[in-house]
């Protein structure tokens, strides 16, 4: 049985995209200690302070 070799990999790509996963896990985990049922959740415009409807607004004009 012939073995074929990996095609080589990019360090900087793979490192970029470890990067990118831990930064996406870490968001993950911070929302999940921020929230305790489901109606920490669903957001309903609390605490987003004034950019967040601002900046979709801006998006639909």
């Known amino acids: ?13 793979l490192g970029t995209f470890i990067v990118y996963l831990l930064i996406v ?8 200690t921020k929230t305790s ?8 415009g609390k605490d987003m302070g004034p950019w967040l409807p601002h900046g ?3 998006q639909i004009s």
Do not use: Q, T
Request: proline share 3%; charged share 10%; hydrophobic share 60%.
């Open 56 to 58: 979709h607004l801006s």
């Open 25 to 32: 896990l870490a968001i993950g985990v911070w929302g999940y």
């Open 37 to 44: 049922d489901v109606m920490d959740f669903w957001a309903f």
């Open 1 to 13: 049985m012939e073995v074929v070799p990996m095609a080589e990999v990019n360090s900087f790509y």
